[in-house]
């Protein structure tokens, strides 16, 4: 499990944005996002630096939370 938290996902159209951007990079992931919280978890084979140069080019640059 892959958790991100993401300081500028702060509305369902961004989730919908970040779930867009995971998907497209493994459209076999598993994508829960919580913009309150401004997290998301993804269940994947792929690692997470995959991820996060997908969510740094689409505007959603994460910081992997603890």
């Known amino acids: ?28 992931a598993h994508i829960q996002t919580e913009p309150a919280k401004r997290e998301v978890l993804i269940e994947s084979l792929l690692h997470s630096d995959t991820f996060i140069a997908a969510l740094d080019e689409a505007g959603f640059p994460p910081a992997e939370a603890d």
Do not use: E
């Not at 991100?4 to 159209?13: A, K, L, N, S, V």
């Not at 998907?23 to 076999?28: E, F, G, T």
């Open 1 to 28: 499990m892959i958790r991100f938290h993401i300081p500028t996902m702060t509305c369902g159209g961004c989730a919908k944005s970040v779930t867009r951007t995971l998907l497209s990079v493994d459209p076999q």
